[in-house]
């Protein structure tokens, strides 16, 4: 098993370009996650999904839109980049107690 | 508002000494206690864990301690690795399975 996916692993995007990041996971876990990580601020949650259809808010979700796109899938979307969005992002999935996280996209917006 | 603090940003320890990583909350109502660790260009992964209504854990070399009424939480490593150098995340959960998670500490095993 892959465990929890994502891609890309690095990308720079300019001010106000647009992309998606990629997660998914082969564990038939419900629940989904996305999470930023930035320097002294330990793991933020943006958005997460309790079950395939459903999506709901976390702590820092502006400037972002999620899609569930099935059970496996889990994107995350900037529409138009911003520098304060450089961050590593962390997708993880969990049927429990216990999330499950992904390696990890490193972006830098300049 | 952090509702998880891990005040100590490093810690640095001899090789088969004790690692003590401190944890503070501020949420009387967290059902669960979790540690991660991280190892650089990696995602974290589950250490171990503690339910609210227990104020110990213990997993081979690891030991959770749960203090409620200090709101604060430690744990322990004995005797520590050179493996175990990594980023420690103390994370809190509430009962929709929605984790806080705190600033993390670098622990270094010195050989």
């Known amino acids: 098993n892959a465990g929890v996916t994502q891609t890309p692993k690095f990308q720079v995007l300019k001010t106000g370009q647009s992309m998606t990041l990629q997660c998914a996971q082969d564990?038939?876990?419900?629940?989904m996650y996305w999470y930023r990580q930035d320097p002294g601020m330990g793991l933020r949650l943006i958005y997460y999904?309790?079950?395939?259809?459903?999506?709901d808010k976390g702590e820092v979700p502006n400037g972002y839109n999620v899609s569930r796109l099935n059970k496996r899938e889990f994107s995350l979307r900037l529409e138009s980049a911003a520098p304060s969005q450089t961050s590593v992002y962390f997708c993880?999935?969990?049927?429990?107690?216990?999330?499950?996280f992904g390696p990890g996209t490193r972006l830098t917006v300049l | 508002d952090q509702q998880v603090k891990q005040n100590s940003p490093s810690l640095s320890v001899q090789e088969g000494r004790i690692s003590i990583l401190n944890c503070d909350y501020t949420n009387s109502m967290f059902d669960y206690f979790l540690w991660y660790k991280k190892y650089p260009a990696e995602g974290p992964t589950f250490l171990i864990s503690?339910?609210?209504?227990?104020d110990k854990n213990e997993d081979g070399r690891f030991t959770v301690f749960l203090n409620k009424s200090a709101k604060h939480l430690s744990l322990h490593i004995v005797p520590s690795q050179p493996g175990d150098s990594a980023v420690y995340f103390c994370?809190?959960?509430?009962?929709?399975?929605?984790?806080?998670f705190g600033a993390g500490t670098t622990v270094t095993v010195r050989a």
């Open positions: 993880a999935s969990s049927d429990g107690l216990e999330q499950f």
């Open positions: 564990m038939n876990h419900n629940s």
């Open positions: 994370a809190a959960l509430l009962n929709d399975y929605k984790l806080s």
């Open positions: 503690i339910s609210s209504i227990k």
């Open positions: 999904s309790a079950s395939e259809g459903t999506t």
